[in-house]
């Protein structure tokens, strides 16, 4: 086991090297940035025989089954070490002093989170109201659907569900809004995707919290469900995991909660399930 952690620990240290080794100069705060797509030099299949070995084969429930038993052997933490967390899993590849903001691609100061304006912010991507856990230990601190935001347009988000179509968030970087749903800039569609189906399949009702689950409609309320599904799957069939997101599923697994969003892995296995 030490020697099997010992190589990936070196796959996920050949892969930060990659992407750091790529990267150009500096980007202003105020230009939203893009992630590299340079190779991971840890890929999906390096996990199909040792971490996922018992969901390899499987669809429908009998996957989703799977992978919930898989991926909730993790290690949970507080709210408030989501704040580093959050500063090492999207830190801007071309500036290791800042973070990337999901929604607006926007580059910004580490040292710059909080609540005030000009600040971001620990986004709840499942909305926490969503299924009413708050910030409680589990869902609530689950880092691989906490992403930073900038305060403002995280507000406008709210709990929002996700579909297409709205007008233009002022700074959203390309995201639109409407009274019930949020559209997310189509750089990150596929992530937001992603971390919503790992929390329908990471959440099923145990460890006290409720079973979170993705539907087909938008203005869910405090229900436990999030939508929009159709247009989730679309998504994650538009937006395929690039090498920032790639790389964040990496650092979660290797120093933090120590377990994987499967649908980073495989993208494939939303269409197995859902």
């Known amino acids: 086991m030490l020697a099997i952690r010992t190589r990936r620990r070196k796959a996920a240290a050949l892969a930060t090297a990659a992407v750091l080794a790529g990267v150009a100069a500096p980007s202003l705060t105020a230009t939203p940035a893009t992630a590299t797509t340079a190779s991971a030099a840890t890929t999906a299949s390096d996990y199909d025989s040792t971490y996922y070995k018992d969901a390899i084969g499987k669809t429908g429930n ?3 089954s799977a992978l919930h038993t898989i991926i909730s052997d993790q290690t949970k933490l507080s709210y408030s070490a989501v704040w580093d967390a959050l500063k090492a899993t999207d830190e801007d590849p071309d500036n290791s002093g800042n973070v990337i903001l999901l929604y607006s691609g926007v580059s910004r100061s580490k ?14 991507v499942w909305a926490k109201s969503h299924g009413d856990f708050g910030t409680s230990t589990g869902p609530g601190t689950d880092i691989h659907h906490l992403r930073p935001s900038d305060v403002r347009v995280n507000s406008v988000r709210g709990n929002k569900d996700f579909d297409n179509g709205g007008s233009a968030v ?8 409407d009274s019930d749903s949020f559209e997310p800039r189509d750089a990150v569609k596929g992530d937001v995707a992603r971390m919503i189906f790992y929390m329908a399949v990471r959440y099923e009702g145990g460890d006290g919290f409720a079973d979170l689950e993705v539907n087909g409609q938008v203005d869910n309320g405090s229900n436990p469900y999030m939508g929009k599904l159709s247009v989730l799957k679309a998504w994650n069939d538009e937006d395929p995991p690039d090498a920032f997101e790639e790389r964040r599923n990496q650092v979660i697994y290797d120093e933090f909660q120590h377990n994987r969003n499967p649908f980073v ?4 296995w939303v269409e197995s399930i859902w």
Do not use: A, I
């Not at 040292?111 to 709840?124: A, C, F, P, Q």
């Not at 892995?265 to 494939?268: G, I, L, Q, S």
């Open 62 to 64: 009998s996957l989703k």
């Open 265 to 268: 892995d495989h993208p494939e």
């Open 111 to 124: 040292s710059l989170n909080g609540g005030d304006t000009g600040d971001w912010n620990r986004e709840h």
């Open 170 to 177: 002022s700074e959203g970087g390309g995201s639109l809004t």
